[in-house]
């Protein structure tokens, strides 16, 4: 078993401090009336794993026995007070770990719990066998002994636990170290200040002032934190505790024997702890979260800057409150450049699309938006912008939250998949569903009589499928295709709709332009015979059906047009093109 210099420390810290209160609250023959000893080896467990805590107590229950040889010279009573004490520093930093770690006033709950296990639980366990063993051992009263270690133990544990935890976890030294000269000289006056005012009220025979204490703490507790609050617990204790034996200060004013002081002055300090000891936790929690926020603050603005996000809070008059991440990367401004200024400072037409969302956000409370506009950097890159209200209690106080990121990315690949699920993967052509959104739009732009519509077929496809193989009737239609775009212009709408059926739409053109485009590509079709894959050429020949479109008609009646023109040329004999 290894014994660590700190285990080794806190046991001779253990052993002076037993020694010290045996000596000065107990006659050797009753239980001693301050007992802060416990404490030292429950705050030493608290930051220990479990599995470190066995040579703690050991050495915890040999300097309790060796305190007790000293001070009571028998051999019985202090194996027997050793086990008790070790029985509830066992009990203690069980509990308080399994609830709490070593957080004491961390968190307001860890006070609760602190009141609840050091104060009631593990004293509660150990009290019978101390008192018992008193009765036995050293022939003090039971009931007495049972009361003094109850509230001596109790009190010990919960006024001494949080200062050893903080002093053996190094927090006090670090504290000191992190602060400049200036606030180290702060502490110090602070500490001063209580330490002057606890000896002022316990040195003053005439005057019961106790309630001047709580002040000064009050003030370290606001500027110094839970340490410092720690701290002036303990100092106040200390001169408490002197006051108790010389009987002097307010405790002397009161007609009590030595150990009802004791019980007077532990009251005193445990009053102290519990008005203390929530307000000191609350503002730790507090400081805790707040660093937890600038920590994710920080997170924020990192994730941010890497990922080309930006996050933008504006007020209701528009003005950009904060700026966390890629501000020069998106907008081509340095976050300086906008906190405190409004939208309008940024580059058109992005600056006149935020602003009138933002306008329109703002009349309308709640309504979110999304746009996308091209980036002031590089239009051919794209931003998302999204509006979205943050609430508030009052209307003047309404946020609004402003996130513009890169989907240039995004949008092209949307741009591919919508491509793909447009267009013929054989021919390159649209498909039937790219054709009618390409044909819809083209008609609502239309003017009466300046739009055709012309419906093709190969003419004896079948054929060419049954007797060549699907390979060659594939060819054909790629070739077709390919004579389509050639001799087409880039303006004209061609899609495929499906096995030999091809479509076009012309748009502003006359019906004579129309209808000599169609003969055209009959004609080039015929001239142009179409390469098989296995070797050899094939001729092919196409009909086609011209329809106008006239206001007031939809895509469905045109192509019907156009199909009764096209089967008028399958029965006129072919490869020609027919108006309707």
Request: positive net charge.
């Amino acid at each position: 078993m290894r014994v660590s210099r700190k285990t080794c420390f806190a046991g001779l810290l253990y052993f002076v401090t037993a020694w010290a209160m045996i000596v000065l609250t107990s006659s050797g023959r009753d239980i001693a009336a301050v007992w802060p000893a416990n404490a030292i080896l429950v705050a030493l467990m608290l930051q220990s794993p479990k599995a470190q805590w066995r040579p703690v107590l050991i050495v915890g229950f040999l300097a309790n026995i060796l305190a007790n040889l000293v001070t009571r010279g028998t051999l019985t009573g202090p194996f027997l007070f050793g086990a008790a004490n070790m029985v509830e520093v066992f009990v203690a930093a069980w509990s308080l770990q399994a609830k709490i770690g070593d957080g004491i006033l961390r968190r307001p709950e860890s006070v609760g719990r602190l009141l609840f296990w050091a104060g009631l639980v593990a004293p509660a366990v150990s009290a019978p066998l101390g008192a018992a063993t008193a009765w036995l051992v050293l022939g003090a009263p039971f009931l007495s002994s049972l009361m003094t270690w109850y509230f001596t133990d109790a009190l010990g544990l919960l006024v001494f636990t949080p200062f050893f935890a903080a002093l053996f976890k190094g927090e006090f030294a670090r504290c000191f170290r992190s602060k400049n000269w200036h606030g180290r000289g702060e502490r110090l006056l602070l500490q001063g200040l209580v330490l002057v005012t606890a000896i002022g009220v316990f040195q003053t025979d005439h005057l019961p002032v106790l309630f001047l204490i709580p002040m000064p703490i009050l003030l370290v507790t606001f500027r110094v934190g839970w340490l410092g609050t720690k701290m002036s617990v303990m100092l106040v204790a200390v001169v408490v505790a002197v006051a108790v034996i010389d009987g002097s200060g307010p405790i002397g004013l009161a007609s009590l024997d030595p150990m009802g002081r004791a019980y007077f002055a532990q009251f005193y300090l445990a009053s102290l702890l519990l008005t203390q000891l929530p307000i000191a936790a609350s503002l730790a929690s507090r400081a805790d979260l707040i660093d937890q926020l600038a920590r994710s603050q920080k997170s924020v603005q990192v994730l941010a800057e890497q990922s080309d996000i930006l996050l933008l809070s504006l007020n209701r008059a528009g003005v950009i409150l904060r700026v966390v991440g890629a501000a020069r990367n998106l907008l081509d401004r340095p976050e300086a450049a906008l906190v405190g200024k409004g939208l309008d400072v940024l580059a058109a037409p992005l600056r006149d699309k935020l602003m009138d969302a933002f306008r329109d956000i703002v009349d309308i409370d709640g309504f979110d938006q999304t746009l996308t506009v091209p980036s002031p950097r590089d239009p051919n890159r794209w931003l998302q912008a999204r509006f979205h209200v943050i609430e508030a209690d009052h209307p003047s106080e309404v946020e609004v939250a402003l996130t513009i990121q890169d989907v240039t990315d995004r949008k092209r690949k949307e741009s591919q998949l919508m491509r793909m699920a447009h267009v013929d993967a054989m021919t390159g052509l649209l498909n039937r569903a790219g054709f009618t959104d390409a044909a819809q739009r083209a008609i609502t732009q239309a003017r009466d009589g300046r739009l055709f519509l012309a419906m093709i077929d190969v003419d004896r496809f079948k054929l060419i499928n049954d007797n060549l193989g699907h390979a060659a009737g594939d060819a054909v239609l790629v070739t077709i295709a390919r004579t389509m775009k050639d001799y087409l212009r880039s303006s004209d709408i061609i899609g495929r709709l499906g096995g030999d059926e091809f479509t076009i739409i012309f748009s502003n053109v006359t019906e004579a332009q129309a209808h000599e485009a169609c003969n055209r590509l009959v004609t080039s079709i015929a001239e142009a015979p179409a390469k098989l894959p296995e070797g050899g050429k094939v001729t092919v020949n196409i009909s086609c059906g011209v329809a106008r479109w006239h206001a007031g008609m939809d895509l469905e009646s045109l192509k019907a047009t156009a199909d009764a023109a096209l089967y008028e040329a399958k029965r006129n004999g072919r490869n020609r093109a027919v108006a309707a």
